[in-house]
């Protein structure tokens, strides 16, 4: 991995400098050249000024003297016709004949340009009337120099040794980097790889010096191990749960069954009576197991219909409070004075109150409180209170969870312990949420509070609520 990214950013970055590097070449030689031929055009009119000033030294040696002072440069003599044809041009340029502009010379312009590896440039200096030599016009005489453009040639191995350079310190930049990288992500590759195999144990070393983005996948890493194996062990003490639901009824089923094969029991029909009301446990357990998988798949309905909820919350904890009274425990409901007439699934918000009581009672000391609310537009809460010792603060973040199992000690056995994962899915599906406070003091206590948005039919009133601490209304 460190030598494929090593590769990729090297050709990348040998490719911007290549490209880089001919364009700047290509800038830096047109550059040369525009100044070249403005050097030699600045020169060629400053030999023309001379000249100009001193007609003399055109039949004297000093004019080569004089153009000559300028290394580098070489000069001629253009003759050009009054037509702008030219009619010949003194070695040694010669060769410069056809890159010449007669039309503009004979107008008296000044001229410059480029061939090959030299700048050139001409000016007119004198213009001659060969009428009167019996001629049939004029001829212009013009001065031509040539020069070699600078640093063309050289230029080129500068830019290659400095891309050279360049490329050797990114290369070795990039080796860092890389390395950074690879050794990283290969250490989360393993982890990954471990934790796939089961090994949940298994960790990426956190190094504080990672990039932030690395640090974060290898955080990730570990925090998916973490909740795997906390998954691993919610589901080793579900399944020792269950196994312990599921096995104590059977056990008991299968006892009084053969007590009465065997004739052994003095009253059958109480024999007979335990063995009705652990299949109900059994039933029940199984049926919490399917009401799960179903919420998790969302394969239930929801049958909305105009209800009194105050009525249904009623009806579930009368038929709580025989299992209350039996251990000691008061179930006191407070319900609102006046109907609360809502659209509302009343099997679904059943389950939910009949799940949260019997979680409430597996906790209460001596009192069960159930409260329901009327909140108008806001909606409905309905409310479940004990007074048992609290959860503690590590376990509050997963107690609707469907795999844990609460660490605090139940006063009293009861349910089948998947209630309040149920309770969380339904309220979800019915577009609800639930809230847990607890502990409600320094003695402990716990409070559920299940709110829905359940519409109301047109035109009915929000009902007055009753405060939780009053006393139950007999309905």
Request: charged share 20%; with cysteine; net charge positive.
């Amino acid at each position: 991995m460190r030598l494929r990214i090593l590769l990729a950013v090297v050709a990348v970055l040998a490719g911007a400098l290549a490209i880089a590097g001919a364009l700047s070449y290509s800038l830096v030689q047109r550059a040369q050249i525009n100044n070249d031929r403005t050097t030699i055009l600045h020169e060629a009119a400053t030999v023309r000024s001379i000249v100009a000033h001193h007609e003399k030294l055109l039949t004297n040696r000093s004019v080569s003297a004089l153009l000559r002072r300028t290394s580098g440069v070489k000069e001629s003599v253009v003759t050009v016709s009054g037509t702008g044809q030219v009619l010949k041009v003194l070695a040694p340029l010669t060769a410069l004949r056809d890159r010449i502009d007669g039309h503009t010379l004979a107008a008296g312009k000044d001229i410059s340009g480029t061939t090959g590896a030299q700048a050139f440039a001409a000016v007119p200096f004198l213009k001659l009337d060969t009428t009167v030599l019996g001629g049939s016009g004029s001829i212009t005489l013009a001065l031509l120099f040539a020069r070699p453009i600078s640093g063309s040639d050289a230029s080129i191995y500068y830019f290659l040794l400095g891309g050279g350079i360049a490329l050797l310190v990114a290369v070795a930049v990039v080796w860092v980097i890389s390395r950074r990288i690879s050794r990283r992500v290969v250490a989360a590759s393993v982890a990954a790889r471990q934790i796939a195999a089961g090994h949940l144990d298994a960790r990426v070393e956190r190094d504080e010096r990672a990039y932030p983005e690395l640090a974060g996948l290898d955080d990730a890493i570990n925090t998916m191990a973490e909740n795997l194996t906390r998954a691993r062990d919610q589901e080793r003490e579900f399944l020792l749960s269950i196994s312990h639901d599921l096995r104590t009824p059977l056990t008991s089923i299968r006892g009084y069954a053969e007590a009465i094969r065997e004739g052994a029991v003095a009253e059958p029909a109480r024999a007979a009576a335990v063995v009705v009301a652990e299949a109900t446990r059994l039933e029940r357990l199984i049926r919490d197991l399917l009401d799960l998988a179903k919420l998790e798949t969302r394969q239930f309905s929801l049958n909305a219909v105009r209800c009194d909820l105050a009525d249904i919350v009623l009806a579930a904890t009368d038929a709580l409070r025989l299992a209350h009274e039996s251990v000691g425990v008061a179930l006191t409901v407070a319900l609102p004075s006046a109907p609360v007439v809502v659209i509302a699934d009343g099997d679904r918000v059943t389950q939910v109150l009949s799940n949260l009581v019997e979680n409430a009672l597996k906790f209460a000391r001596s009192v069960v409180l159930v409260t329901l609310a009327d909140h108008g537009a806001r909606g409905v809460t309905l409310s479940v209170q004990d007074d048992g010792p609290g959860i503690d603060p590590m376990d509050r973040p997963h107690v609707f969870e469907r795999l844990f199992t609460s660490k605090r000690r139940a006063a009293r056995a009861g349910g089948s312990g998947l209630g309040l994962a149920i309770v969380a899915e339904l309220t979800a599906a019915m577009g609800g949420h639930v809230q847990l406070t607890s502990p409600l003091g320094e003695g402990g206590g716990t409070r559920f509070v299940v709110e829905l948005p359940l519409a109301r039919p047109p035109g009915h009133p929000a009902s007055s609520p009753v405060h939780p601490s009053a006393a139950p209304l007999k309905r």
